[in-house]
């Protein structure tokens, strides 16, 4: 499977290159940086959405499926960019945002009109003002129903109230969603990702007396169904796909991603970013839990080969704070941490994702006021917290350390003005730090976190063990990620310090201290004991 040994990049257009000088990224200007793409030596691109749409939560809310937001460009840019890519052995994922509509979208304008099929479209229910269906909460804050009083109906979203869930009961739902993959099927791209796909599928409209109601509606009764009909459909099945999965299973995970089930070629799931959420809650504050993420990956990496699924490896998106900043370190230990937390997922097994700017060891955006935030949720949250009695001082900590923002800064290619991302006033602050973190200097740095991530990529081009491998989570203390792959008599041993204290290596792992194992990747020179700070030492045996 071609996607075991590529590995993907993601791209975030709004923040990623203008070319017009309107201070928002547009698809010319994905085009003109592809030949760093290709030195980077990805083999996707995942795009996030450029269709028509009012921008509510930035193109997640699609108003056209299938047009380009003319603030991106035009058709004929996405048909340049297309072929440009494939010219240099790049292809693209799109991304089908099925959960949920615009609201400015013509079904759902339709809908409002009294118009009875595209009602259908939609998951609307009778009902009296100040009485939702349930009580369900939006991800996004607040309940998740909206009261039409022209219709005297409740719609529900179990986003921002712009984003109105589609009703898959409707088989001419699946209908349109099918003809959307067709269309971009035909335009030559190469795969899709899928938005939230698991809470596709809505089981009982009930009260959650103990939750927030998304028992109700998460890897729901008829998903799988559902998924195996869209792919056979619509044609996709040859395609590479990946569905993001909120707070999911790992049995459900398998079913998505077994290649027996022919649904989908990989999944995303979230539970290991969750691990400095406390009591469970993005908007409270606390440490990482190193002993938590391990166990996730013990989990997730052993529990998925063992089930024949396939995982996306991650650290950042443009929904997650960037990662040297929350689990590594934005000040000594700068590159070493951020290139520590690159291996530790890269090496493992399934395809690696790379988010625009990680590979530069980008950093949180640290907006120091409400006015520099753009984010729905964060903006939402922001009114929640401070009606919750949190002071000024505390919400803006709380946001500086989750808000979704912090990964949607402009991508930093140079050390000069807005970073070499507009002749304009950028849609959101450049990070001041992008005269120290850019592109260019470290495209001249031959130590530089981005020629670590080329490596990374190359070697798992090179390297059947690390595309194919087994994997085993050894125990060690909670400090230290240890694994180890093998593949056909080959074995890699990972060793990754996730701290800044030096931690000497478990007596019980003497095997690798000597006998036949040679050094693979490292960031720091030669090989010591005990291990410095967020050290990664991979280390190879050929028997
Ligand atoms: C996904 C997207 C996120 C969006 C949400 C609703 O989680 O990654 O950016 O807000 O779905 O579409
Ligand atoms: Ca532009």
């Known amino acids: ?54 921008q509510r939560d930035n193109g997640y ?62 998951i609307f229910r009778d009902g009296k003002p100040g009485e939702p269906p349930t009580n369900w909460v939006s991800k996004f804050g607040g ?17 921002d109230v ?30 899709f990702r899928f938005d939230v796909v698991n809470l596709i599928s809505k089981g009982a409209f009930e009260n959650d007396n103990e939750g927030d109601g998304r028992r109700f509606y998460t890897d729901g009764p008829r998903v799988h169904e559902y998924l195996k009909e869209l792919v056979a459909d619509s044609g996709i099945g040859g395609m590479v796909t990946v569905g993001e999965m909120s707070s999911t299973s790992l049995d459900n995970c398998i079913r998505y991603s077994n290649p027996a089930e022919h649904e989908l070629s990989m999944i995303f799931s979230f539970h290991h ?96 006021s409400l006015e520099d935030y753009r984010d729905v949720e964060s903006i939402n949250y922001h009114h929640i917290l401070r009606g919750e009695g949190k002071s000024e001082e505390e919400t803006l900590e709380i946001l500086g350390a989750r808000s979704r923002d912090n990964s949607r800064t402009p991508m930093q290619w140079e050390a000069g003005k807005n970073a070499g991302f507009t002749t304009g006033t950028p849609w959101i602050a450049v990070n001041e730090n992008h005269t ?54 080959t074995r890699l041993l990972i060793l990754c310090n996730l701290t800044s204290e030096p931690i000497n290596l478990p007596e019980n792992h003497t095997d690798w201290q000597g006998q036949g194992w040679t050094k693979f990747l490292g960031n720091y020179e030669g090989i010591e004991a005990p291990l410095r700070p967020y050290e990664v030492l991979a280390l190879k045996k050929q028997s």
């Open 436 to 489: 120290a973190i850019n592109a260019a200097a470290e495209e001249k740095d031959e130590d530089s976190i981005l020629a670590f991530y080329k490596k990374l990529v190359q070697l798992r081009k090179e390297n059947a063990v690390i595309a194919e491998g087994s994997i085993h989570i050894l125990s060690t203390p909670d400090s230290l990620l240890a694994y180890e792959r093998e593949y056909k008599g």
């Open 162 to 191: 712009t984003q109105a869930d589609l009703n898959w009961e409707n088989p001419a739902v699946r209908e349109e969603l099918k003809n959307v993959l067709r269309f971009w099927k035909k335009k030559g791209v190469s795969g």
């Open 273 to 368: 970013l969750k691990v400095d959420y406390k009591d469970g809650q993005k908007w409270q504050l606390m440490p990482p839990d190193l002993r938590a993420l391990k166990k996730l990956f013990k989990d997730w990496q052993e529990g998925m080969t063992e089930g024949g699924g396939w995982n996306a490896l991650f650290w950042c998106n443009h929904d997650q704070p960037r990662i040297v900043s929350r689990l590594g370190d934005e000040g000594q230990y700068w590159k070493a941490s951020a290139k520590m937390l690159a291996a530790a997922i890269h090496l493992m097994r399934g395809t690696p994702y790379i988010y625009q700017g990680e590979e530069l060891g980008m950093t949180n955006a640290h907006f120091k």
């Open 143 to 159: 309940n998740a129903w909206e009261y039409v009083p022209a219709l005297k109906k409740y719609y529900l979203h179990l986003f």
């Open 1 to 54: 499977m071609d996607f075991h040994a590529k590995t993907v990049y993601q791209i975030y257009p709004k923040s990623f290159q203008d070319t017009n000088g309107d201070g928002w990224g547009d698809l010319p200007g994905v085009t003109s940086r592809l030949d760093y793409l290709k030195n980077l030596g990805v083999g996707y691109l995942w795009l996030t959405p450029f269709y028509p749409s009012p």
């Open 61 to 122: 809310d699609v108003a056209d499926y299938t047009a380009i937001d003319p603030r991106y460009g035009t058709m004929a840019d996405f048909d340049n960019l297309a072929r440009e890519a494939k010219a240099r052995g790049i292809g693209l994922m799109l991304d089908m945002v099925f959960n949920h509509s615009s609201t400015e979208h013509q079904w759902f304008q339709k809908a409002l009109a009294g118009d009875r099929k595209y009602q259908d479209y939609y």
